[in-house]
């Protein structure tokens, strides 16, 4: 399974979004949930909405990605699971706590071992290590032994670890999240760069979900530009997968 997140567009509305992804080829999203005070909060947090969205543009929802709010105030994970559920998606992605994240923490080590023995299933992201933000609680070398992992190629190739030796180490990675990183920006598109990308995902049993940001466009204001980039990630990671 190939994804877009619905993050990579987030200048648009999630209507233009899905309208996109079905356009330039993908048959399913990763939903962005948004923080209250964000642009477009309800939309996506609206199951009927979504749900009309998926079937207007045949375009499924194949994981969900709990808003950034949620690592400040984690007490709702029954409402993203619920929805999650309610959408069939496969997978939650939450972001492996820092280690000034106190009450994030908490809820971390509560539900890190649980079984999750029906989809849809929690996997956690890894996070960039840089100056003067702290430290993720698991270190680079040890997150294969976490249960679920979704992989970010451009957190990690930032964060001056070998990634393909951490990749190849882990079992446990079910998604990727797929970008490069050019040594000043992350989530940028893959296809410059091919080379590099391959070696990390090749030979690799797991879902790809393309995680761009608007600077991997030339022309974010240009549907032309979005749709040949998306399109030329796509056909990339298709040769990949
Ligand atoms: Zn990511």
Redesign the pocket.
């Given at each position: 399974m190939i994804t877009l997140?619905t993050?990579s567009l987030y200048p648009y509305g999630l209507n233009r979004i899905f309208n996109i992804a079905s356009k330039t080829g993908f048959s399913a999203v990763e939903l962005m949930l948004r923080s209250k005070t964000d642009n477009a909060y309800f939309d996506s947090w609206d199951a009927g909405y979504i749900k009309e969205l998926m079937a207007q543009n045949n375009v499924a929802v194949d994981s969900i990605?709990v808003p950034f709010e949620f690592e400040d105030n984690p007490n709702n994970f029954d409402e993203i699971y619920n929805l999650a559920k309610e959408l069939k998606s496969k997978f939650i992605?939450a972001h492996i706590p820092r280690e000034n994240q106190n009450d994030y923490i908490r809820w971390f080590e509560k539900i890190k071992d649980k079984n999750f023995e029906t989809e849809p299933v929690l996997l956690f992201?890894n996070v960039h290590i840089k100056e003067r933000k702290e430290k993720p609680i698991i270190p680079y070398e040890n997150i294969g032994q976490l249960n679920n992992i979704?992989f970010?190629i451009?957190?990690s190739m930032r964060s001056g670890v070998d990634t393909e030796k951490i990749v190849r180490g882990c079992k446990n990675i079910r998604q990727f999240?797929v970008?490069f990183w050019d040594g000043k920006e992350d989530?940028i598109s893959l296809v410059t760069h091919e080379q590099d990308i391959i070696q990390i995902i090749q030979n690799q049993n797991a879902d790809f979900?393309l995680?761009l940001c608007p600077k991997a466009f030339e022309n974010i204001t240009d549907w032309n530009n979005v749709a040949e980039v998306l399109k030329e990630n796509l056909t990339f990671l298709k040769e990949q997968s």
């Amino acid at each position: 399974m190939i994804t877009l997140s619905t993050a990579s567009l987030y200048p648009y509305g999630l209507n233009r979004i899905f309208n996109i992804a079905s356009k330039t080829g993908f048959s399913a999203v990763e939903l962005m949930l948004r923080s209250k005070t964000d642009n477009a909060y309800f939309d996506s947090w609206d199951a009927g909405y979504i749900k009309e969205l998926m079937a207007q543009n045949n375009v499924a929802v194949d994981s969900i990605h709990v808003p950034f709010e949620f690592e400040d105030n984690p007490n709702n994970f029954d409402e993203i699971y619920n929805l999650a559920k309610e959408l069939k998606s496969k997978f939650i992605i939450a972001h492996i706590p820092r280690e000034n994240q106190n009450d994030y923490i908490r809820w971390f080590e509560k539900i890190k071992d649980k079984n999750f023995e029906t989809e849809p299933v929690l996997l956690f992201e890894n996070v960039h290590i840089k100056e003067r933000k702290e430290k993720p609680i698991i270190p680079y070398e040890n997150i294969g032994q976490l249960n679920n992992i979704c992989f970010d190629i451009a957190h990690s190739m930032r964060s001056g670890v070998d990634t393909e030796k951490i990749v190849r180490g882990c079992k446990n990675i079910r998604q990727f999240h797929v970008s490069f990183w050019d040594g000043k920006e992350d989530h940028i598109s893959l296809v410059t760069h091919e080379q590099d990308i391959i070696q990390i995902i090749q030979n690799q049993n797991a879902d790809f979900c393309l995680e761009l940001c608007p600077k991997a466009f030339e022309n974010i204001t240009d549907w032309n530009n979005v749709a040949e980039v998306l399109k030329e990630n796509l056909t990339f990671l298709k040769e990949q997968s």
